[in-house]
């Protein structure tokens, strides 16, 4: 059973920066992708960042640049550092890990641009 618990969210203003956290519990961390979404009221889920077990990322086209994305395999835990937030940032950020086509999700963290 794998467990995910975000942590790192809040209210920031315009331009600031906030790092998300998402710690893993179970086994499997080092060799899954992971993911962090997000979901903005009124819109559908989308990637944010992804990275691969070996360490490669990818990001969507609205946070390039911005965001990074890394993962601590020793402490089971994935990052999002997110810098000159933008208030389209707002939403809620979820954790995904993915494991030979499981799917598993944390509860999620509220991120606020605003000022």
């Known amino acids: 059973q794998v467990q995910l618990v975000e942590s790192g969210g809040g209210l920031v203003q315009p331009g600031g920066s906030l790092r998300l956290s998402c710690a893993a519990s179970?086994?499997?961390?080092?060799?899954?992708?992971m993911g962090w979404y997000r979901q903005a009221p009124g819109k559908q889920r989308e990637l944010v960042a992804a990275?691969?077990?070996?360490?490669?990322?990818n990001y969507a086209d609205s946070v390039k640049g911005r965001f990074t994305i890394s993962r601590d395999n020793a402490k089971n835990t994935v990052y999002l550092q997110m810098n000159s937030l933008k208030p389209e940032d707002t939403a809620f950020y979820y954790c995904?890990?993915?494991?030979?086509?499981?799917?598993?999700w944390g509860q999620g963290t509220q991120v606020i641009v605003s000022s």
């Open positions: 995904n890990l993915g494991f030979f086509g499981n799917s598993y």
């Open positions: 179970g086994s499997i961390f080092s060799i899954s992708a």
């Open positions: 990275i691969t077990s070996g360490g490669s990322t």
